[in-house]
């Protein structure tokens, strides 16, 4: 759908290294701090041995070894000098368990406060992976998350408040061990909450104590849900194309639930790194899941590149038909969740049929494809901080290259804006006229519009999107909704202060690790409640 769609930055793990003996010994160990640079911040990892060695996350910075370090009982200093930088590190030993610092970049100086990591067996975290309730009722998911192979982190997500946090295990004895989450996704300092495992006299897990300090509550009898056992995975088959996907039914002993299809956005989309965030927690309130790989992802076959937005509702149109024969699903209680691209592929699968019965449409455009596109363009070089006359000239470039696509003409006005742009940064932004595989994709969806599809619909909708939407405009999404014939059906809301994926925090629809806070609070429960009403278990 854009060429430029959600990059996910992990880059790979370099070291920098310093050789000598380190005196402190209580300071012995792996640290981590986050590095508040302008652009976006980067993780720094200390490991503080026989030798130290220092680590810049994104910047992938590289040296023999760690310069004129110096150690004192309560202050550390190091100097990193490569060819692509020359910075400096202070810090200010508070405790065994705190260093207070500053990296200093020429004549820029960025806070970077350390924090010390506890060693972590990884058979440890077992018990801690899987989804766990709370006596207010909130539920959290803890699982691996791999930054760095030296360290054993986990992710957790908290579908009350949004938080999604990397954990950082900060304490270990015998009867608990106890990880610590930042104010951002990656960031360790300072310490947001803290989620501790119980363990009996056996060495058994025995319960989770969730402690926030931004909310002041301390949640003490954390228990594990029970697992979700019924499983299965369906080939759907659409002529010569094979949808895989897995039904998770819920722990009940219902003989008809309802079920929540997942629709899949741009890009390649397969289960593993699909957005799914948004329905997972629905077999934990009595609803099924079907969640696919697109067609051409994952072990789907097809060809993704190839495939229109016809091409992808067929598949859909066949996963429904397929799922409304399944065992213990209720044909008459199915419903659609989507992401993004899903907005142009769900109501083309819907338009003749009567079987679904609500759909929720989250960051998917409303408007006709080129204004999408042409908002995202927009949306983007803002992002990245272009002056408004570059802003002005990519844009005039993008609209004579949609009327060379209606007409077939390279026109005096085309050839004059291709060539001021090519010469500039923006370049990256557009299609230019020499890269022929992305104009027969231009071609190929330039005219789509998925307003008479809309129209067609007669099942409530509810469509979410981000006040800060950085790859459409969430407004003139809402507007258009207002022109739709069967706009009654609609329920459109626009989130405060979260991105294209409903999360908070980045500049961009990106998900920087050091940036994103988690999604919007009342998310989650917005979803599950709205589908709940629909399927008659919230009355």
């Known amino acids: 759908m854009l060429k430029f769609l959600f990059p996910l930055i992990l880059l790979t793990s370099l070291f920098n290294t310093a050789y000598g003996q380190w005196k402190n010994e209580n300071l012995k160990g792996k640290w981590i701090g986050t590095a508040d640079f302008d652009l976006y911040p980067d993780l720094m990892f200390v490991d503080i041995d026989s030798a130290i060695k220092v680590k810049l996350f994104y910047h992938q910075e590289e040296t023999d070894k760690v310069n004129d370090y110096v150690e004192t009982s309560d202050s550390l200093k190091f100097i990193i000098d490569t060819p692509s930088m020359a910075a400096s590190y202070r810090g200010e030993i508070l405790n065994d368990s705190t260093i207070m610092g500053k990296f200093q970049v020429g004549y820029k100086e960025f806070d970077c406060n350390l924090i010390r990591l506890s060693p972590i067996h990884i058979a440890d975290l077992g018990n801690l992976l899987g989804y766990f309730s709370f006596e207010d009722g909130r539920i959290i998911q803890i699982e691996p998350f791999y ?10 997500l908290d579908f009350k408040n949004g938080k999604q946090r990397v954990l950082y295990p900060t304490y270990k ?42 909310e002041g509550t301390s949640l003490k009898e954390g228990k594990r849900l029970q697992e979700l056992s019924d499983f299965k995975d369906i080939t759907v088959k659409n002529d010569n194309v094979d949808i895989e996907g897995t039904l998770t039914y819920p722990n009940v002993e219902d003989k008809n639930v309802p079920l929540v299809i997942y629709v899949p956005g741009a890009g390649e989309q397969f289960r593993g790194n699909i957005f799914d965030e948004y329905v997972k927690t629905l077999p934990y309130y009595g609803i099924a899941t079907f969640v696919y790989d697109k067609r051409g992802c994952g072990v789907s076959t097809g060809d993704r590149k190839s495939a229109d937005f016809n091409d992808l509702a067929s598949d859909l149109k066949k996963v429904i038909h397929k799922l409304k024969k399944a065992k213990r699903i209720d044909e008459k209680k199915i419903g659609l969740v989507g992401f993004d691209q899903a907005g142009y592929v769900m109501p083309l699968a819907i338009e003749n049929e009567s079987d679904i019965k609500f759909i929720v449409n989250i960051s998917g455009a409303m408007s006709k494809f080129v204004d999408q596109e042409r908002q995202a363009l927009e949306k983007r070089l803002r992002a990245d901080e272009f002056t408004e006359e570059d802003i002005k000239i990519t844009l005039e470039y993008q609209d004579e290259l949609i009327k060379y696509l209606a007409s077939g003409e390279q026109t005096e006005a085309l050839t004059k804006a291709h060539d001021q742009i090519l010469v500039t940064p923006m370049i990256e932004y557009v299609t230019t006229l020499d890269e022929t595989e992305y104009i027969e994709w231009w071609k190929k969806y330039y005219k789509f519009d ?6 067609k619909v007669r099942v409530p909708v509810l469509t979410l999107y981000g006040a800060k939407d950085n790859l459409l405009d969430p407004v003139m999404n809402q507007n258009r909704v207002q022109t739709f014939k069967n706009k009654s059906h609609f329920d459109t809301r626009i989130l405060p202060n979260v991105n294209h994926l409903l999360i908070k925090g980045g500049k961009r629809g990106d998900v920087q690790l050091t940036e994103i806070e988690g999604y919007h609070p009342f998310l989650f429960k917005t979803i599950n409640e709205w589908i709940g009403a629909q399927v008659g278990l919230i009355k």
Do not use: C
């Open 147 to 156: 930054i760095d192979g030296s360290i054993n982190p986990l992710r957790v």
């Open 173 to 214: 004895d015998e009867h608990q061990i106890t990880f610590a989450a930042g104010p951002k996704m990656a960031s360790s300092f300072p310490t947001d909450f803290t989620i501790t495992l119980y363990k009996n006299e056996n060495g058994e897990a025995e319960r989770l104590q969730y402690d926030s300090y931004t």
């Open 450 to 455: 998925a307003k008479p599809a809309w129209e």
